[in-house]
T-cell receptor, first 117, second 112 residues
Framework: GAVVSQHPSWVICKSGTSVKIECRSL??????MFWYRQFPKQSLMLMAT?????????EQGVEKDKFLINHASLTLSTLTVTSAHPEDSSFYIC?????????????FGSGTRLTVV | AQSVTQLDSHVSVSEGTPVLLRCNYS??????LFWYVQHPNKGLQLLLK??????LVKGINGFEAEFKKSETSFHLTKPSAHMSDAAEYFC??????????FGAGTTVTVRA
C-alpha cells in the first residue's frame, strides 16, 4: 500500500515556458506532501511542504513565484516551474507520509527529470 | 538543528561480501533515523527506520542498521551483497517525524 505516482517521469521544455509536475497518492489521502530537488550526484534538498487546502510552505532560498505549488485535493499536489530556465533543469521528487508504515515514514514518487533547453 | 554525515561517498564491494555504509548524525532531539535506497532515475525506497525502540533495526532485502547513541551513529550493513544492491543510499534524520534532512548519499557498486 501507499503508492505515490509522479507524472511525467521526464520532460523537456524550452526556456521561458512553464512545466507542471503532478504527484498523486493512489491508495491513501495525503494532507501533506513534500517537494524535493536533486542535482546530479547530490542529495535531496527540500523545496517546500505542500498542505491540502492552504498555501505551501517554502524553504529558505526557494522562490515561491518560480515554483508554484497547488494542493487542491487530498490526493493531488502539483508543482509548476514557471518561466523555466536551463538552471532549473534537475530531478524533482515528491513524497507523502506513508500511513501504512506509521508516522514519519515516507513514500516517494519516482521523480521527474526536467531538462530546459 | 539536525544534520547527517555519510562518511563514504562511494563504496565498492564484491558480490557475496559484506557491505557497510557509515552514517553519523547530530540532532537536538531524540531523532528518527532512516535509510533510503535510490536506483538510477527512480524515487526513494525506505529500507528501514529507527524510532527509539530496539537499537538494532532490521529492514528489507537483508539490510540492518544499529543505532548507537554514544557514537551518534546509524551505520547500515548487509552480510552478503547482491548485484541488485548497486544503488545510491541515503541516511536521513528527522527530529520530529516531519521534515527530513538527507545525507549526501553513498554510491554502492557491486563487482561480480
Amino acid at each position: 500500500g501507499a503508492v505515490v505516482s509522479q507524472h511525467p517521469s521526464w520532460v523537456i521544455c524550452k526556456s521561458g515556458t512553464s512545466v507542471k509536475i503532478e504527484c498523486r497518492s493512489l491508495d491513501f489521502q495525503a494532507t501533506t506532501m513534500f517537494w524535493y530537488r536533486q542535482f546530479p550526484k547530490q542529495s535531496l534538498m527540500l523545496m517546500a511542504t505542500s498542505n491540502e487546502g492552504s498555501k505551501a510552505t517554502y524553504e529558505q532560498g526557494v522562490e515561491k513565484d518560480k515554483f508554484l505549488i497547488n494542493h487542491a485535493s487530498l490526493t493531488l499536489s502539483t508543482l509548476t516551474v514557471t518561466s523555466a530556465h536551463p538552471e532549473d533543469s534537475s530531478f524533482y521528487i515528491c513524497s507523502a507520509n506513508n500511513p501504512f508504515l506509521g508516522t514519519g515514514s515516507y513514500t516517494f514518487g519516482s521523480g521527474t527529470r526536467l531538462t530546459v533547453v | 538543528a539536525q544534520s547527517v554525515t555519510q562518511l563514504d561517498s562511494h563504496v565498492s564491494v564484491s558480490e557475496g561480501t559484506p557491505v557497510l555504509l557509515r552514517c553519523n548524525y547530530s540532532s537536538s532531539y531524540s531523532p528518527s533515523l532512516f535509510w533510503y535506497v535510490q536506483h538510477p532515475n527512480k524515487g526513494l525506497q525506505l529500507l528501514l527506520k529507527y524510532t527509539s525502540a530496539a537499537t538494532l533495526v532490521k529492514g528489507i532485502n537483508g539490510f540492518e542498521a544499529e543505532f548507537k547513541k554514544s557514537e551518534t551513529s546509524f551505520h547500515l550493513t548487509k552480510p552478503s551483497a547482491h548485484m541488485s544492491d548497486a544503488a545510491e543510499y541515503f541516511c536521513v534524520v528527522s527530529p520530529n517525524d516531519y521534515k527530513l534532512s538527507f545525507g549526501a548519499g553513498t554510491t554502492v557498486t557491486v563487482r561480480a
